[in-house]
């Protein structure tokens, strides 16, 4: 089973991007879909981007999109998340997560069962 974690995250002023790296161990990365999920202190956890085993299929949540976008290095067993055009709302501990299965593309919280420790997200003027 692949393990995750997560790096990248920090304090930013709005309209900073960051980039945020998971990084998994083991030989099945490859084959797992990996989304990116976000809380914010009182809220639900919400699905903000996921990318295909492959890299070539990805969601992107509407409160993100044309901001954020999704990929994958698969030789690295990394998954990137890239947010531009940050702004307060996104002030969050951002996860990646692993679905129960493998091949299996979800943006269903439900559906995933290995999720990295999560990295702070803060945007602050």
């Known amino acids: 089973q692949v393990q995750l974690a997560e790096s990248g995250g920090g304090s930013v002023l709005p309209g900073a991007s960051l980039r945020l790296s998971c990084a998994a161990s083991?030989?099945?990365?490859?084959?797992?879909?990996i989304g990116w999920f976000r809380q914010a202190p009182g809220k639900e956890r919400e699905c903000v981007a996921v990318?295909?085993?492959?890299?070539?299929?990805?969601y992107i949540a509407d409160s993100v999109k044309g901001r954020f976008t999704v990929s994958r290095d698969n030789a690295k067993k990394t998954a990137f998340l890239q947010m531009d055009s940050l702004n307060p709302g996104d002030t969050a501990v951002y996860y990646c997560a692993a679905p129960k299965s493998p091949l299996f593309f979800t943006i269903l919280t439900t559906s995933y069962g290995t999720w990295g420790p999560g990295t702070q997200v803060t945007v602050s003027s």
């Open positions: 083991g030989d099945t990365f490859s084959t797992y879909a």
């Open positions: 990318v295909n085993w492959k890299g070539d299929n990805a």
